[in-house]
């Protein structure tokens, strides 16, 4: 699986790990016989009709675009020098990150594009097409995205982040809340809600951590950047 260098690149055998996604410009180098093509998370081009083919765009437009490496041969992965941290999956618990701060991932992990505005440990993006925009409203409102990516199943994921990583146990009575624009990940069976802090007249000028709050609770774990700045 994945293996730190330091803290900002990761190296992985492309071959053991049954093949690598990872968001375009993150390859490095590598050594051996590895091939790289265009990869494309489901869901992220959604089709249908009117609204549908609207929360779609709204889904491939928070996309990163990703590239699938196979062969066998080691490859490092880092991007515009940025913290990065492994997280080892286990089947049954669920990793959701924002696209833009997810650097790669064994490509063996089933992929989705859910709403960010409420979901929950096993489930989808909260309602489906209304759940979608509802997401895309709060992800304009807080500056962050519009949608998030969901992975499952048996592997590894490489997340990223401004000045480092704060791992924050959920599971207690009271739910953890975190600023939306310092929010990198939720692993486990985590439920998060995107909650208004205070009225819509009040928030005015306000920070979005201050104006919306990203309620989180369940079992599992929450990753924080030390930083609001947007990836």
Same mark, same amino acid.
């Given at each position: 699986?994945?293996?730190?260098?330091?803290?900002?690149?990761?190296?992985?055998?492309?071959?053991?790990?049954?093949?690598?996604?990872?968001?375009?410009?993150?390859?490095?180098?590598?050594?051996?016989?590895?091939?790289?093509?265009?990869?494309?998370?489901?869901?992220?081009?959604?089709?249908?009709?009117?609204?549908?083919?609207?929360?779609?765009?709204?889904?491939?437009?928070?996309?990163?675009?990703?590239?699938?490496?196979?062969?066998?041969?080691?490859?490092?992965?880092?991007?515009?020098?940025?913290?990065?941290?492994?997280?080892?999956?286990?089947?049954?618990?669920?990793?959701?990150?924002? +696209?833009?701060?997810?650097? +790669?991932?064994?490509?063996?992990?089933?992929?989705?594009?859910?709403?960010?505005?409420?979901?929950?440990?096993?489930?989808?993006?909260?309602?489906?097409?209304?759940?979608?925009?509802?997401?895309?409203?709060?992800?304009?409102?807080?500056?962050?995205?519009?949608?998030?990516?969901?992975?499952?199943?048996?592997?590894? +994921?490489?997340?990223? +982040?401004?000045?480092?990583?704060?791992?924050?146990?959920?599971?207690?009575?009271?739910?953890?809340?975190?600023?939306?624009?310092?929010?990198?990940?939720?692993?486990?069976?985590?439920?998060?809600?995107?909650?208004?802090?205070?009225?819509?007249?009040?928030?005015?000028?306000?920070?979005?951590?201050?104006?919306?709050?990203?309620?989180?609770?369940?079992?599992?774990?929450?990753?924080?950047?030390?930083?609001?700045?947007?990836?």
């Amino acid at each position: 699986m994945f293996e730190k260098v330091n803290g900002k690149v990761v190296k992985v055998d492309v071959g053991q790990a049954g093949g690598v996604v990872a968001r375009t410009g993150a390859m490095l180098f590598y050594t051996g016989q590895v091939a790289f093509a265009p990869h494309q998370i489901p869901g992220a081009g959604s089709g249908g009709g009117g609204l549908m083919r609207m929360a779609g765009a709204m889904m491939a437009g928070e996309h990163e675009r990703t590239m699938l490496a196979r062969g066998n041969g080691v490859v490092h992965y880092g991007f515009a020098g940025l913290e990065v941290h492994v997280v080892h999956m286990q089947q049954g618990a669920v990793l959701r990150a924002e +696209a833009s701060r997810l650097l +790669a991932n064994t490509a063996g992990l089933q992929a989705s594009v859910v709403s960010v505005a409420s979901s929950g440990g096993g489930g989808g993006g909260g309602g489906g097409l209304m759940g979608a925009l509802r997401g895309a409203a709060a992800g304009v409102a807080t500056g962050q995205g519009m949608f998030t990516t969901q992975l499952s199943g048996h592997g590894a +994921a490489v997340l990223l +982040a401004h000045g480092g990583f704060l791992e924050l146990q959920v599971g207690g009575p009271n739910p953890v809340v975190v600023d939306p624009q310092a929010f990198v990940a939720a692993y486990g069976n985590v439920q998060t809600e995107l909650k208004a802090a205070m009225s819509w007249r009040d928030a005015v000028g306000r920070g979005a951590g201050e104006a919306m709050q990203l309620h989180c609770h369940g079992q599992g774990v929450v990753y924080v950047q030390a930083s609001e700045e947007k990836l």
